[in-house]
């Protein structure tokens, strides 16, 4: 065993997820629906049950979550948990670290969506969200974004363009920062396969003598508030 930290997989993040379990104004019980720019999003279901509702330009869905279920979405797909009854989630999600630095934008109205200080007056938590927060506050930007996700569906292709676009223009001044952080994880772990495969082709085993084992005993934080329920997390490095 060694200490030293390793990324964990392709750069993938990992934290475990109860799904909130108070009333949204739709009467649904669940999280707050949002989307990604650049991160695809997994569930791997552990218990309860639920499902997960999403809205792309195919249309709308709501796809079924029960224990055993894997489940997977792609950037741009507005996204919200429904919680029927204990709905706990492993999620992975794609470049470790770029959503907790922005990639997901809540489904405000547009209004809000067009002010950056006003999106980030009512997506803030207290102490950003640790264990122990206020959970009120995320249940209020939750109530918030379920309003606006009720106008964005019946609108088709062109209302979520729109949003869309929307969700672009807000988050166009980190991309910098993103792509800084893209490039020292998924991507160098992309480019570290890149250069074993290289190695074995020269027939050169050099790598795999370099093979660590690394392990979490515990989550390092334990009831953070995320967007769609109590977090468990992990840290991105072993």
């Known amino acids: ?7 964990l997989p392709g750069g993938v993040g990992v934290s475990r997820l109860r799904v909130y379990d108070t009333v949204a104004p739709d009467g649904l019980v669940g999280g707050t629906p949002h989307v990604h720019l650049c991160c695809t999003e997994g569930y791997v279901v552990t218990e309860g049950e639920g499902a997960v509702q999403t809205l792309t330009t195919a249309g709308y869905r709501e796809t079924p979550l029960r224990p055993g279920a894997v489940v997977w979405f792609e950037p741009g797909t507005v996204h919200r948990l429904v919680n029927t009854g204990g709905l706990s989630i492993v999620v992975l999600m794609q470049n470790s670290g770029l ?3 922005g990639d ?6 547009p209004e809000v969506l067009a002010d950056p200080a006003a999106y980030d007056a009512v997506a803030a938590l207290p102490d950003g969200g640790a264990p122990g927060a206020d959970v009120h506050a995320a249940y209020r930007r939750r109530d918030l974004a379920v309003t606006g996700f ?3 569906r019946p609108g088709g292709p062109a209302a979520l363009a729109a949003f869309h676009a929307a969700a672009v223009a807000l988050r166009q001044p980190m991309l910098t920062r993103w792509r800084q952080r893209w490039e020292a994880g998924a ?4 480019a570290d396969t ?6 074995l082709e020269r027939g050169d085993p050099a790598h795999l003598g370099d093979a660590g084992v690394y392990a979490v005993n515990e989550p390092v934080e334990r009831g953070r508030l995320g967007m769609c329920g109590l977090l468990d997390t992990y840290p991105a490095a072993g």
Do not use: H, I, K, S
């Open 150 to 152: 009720q106008a964005l």
């Open 1 to 7: 065993m060694r200490d030293r930290p390793a990324p």
């Open 194 to 199: 890149a250069a074993q495969l290289d190695a």
């Open 99 to 101: 959503p907790e630095a």
């Open 187 to 190: 991507g160098r772990a992309a």
């Open 104 to 109: 997901a934008v809540l489904t405000f109205p």
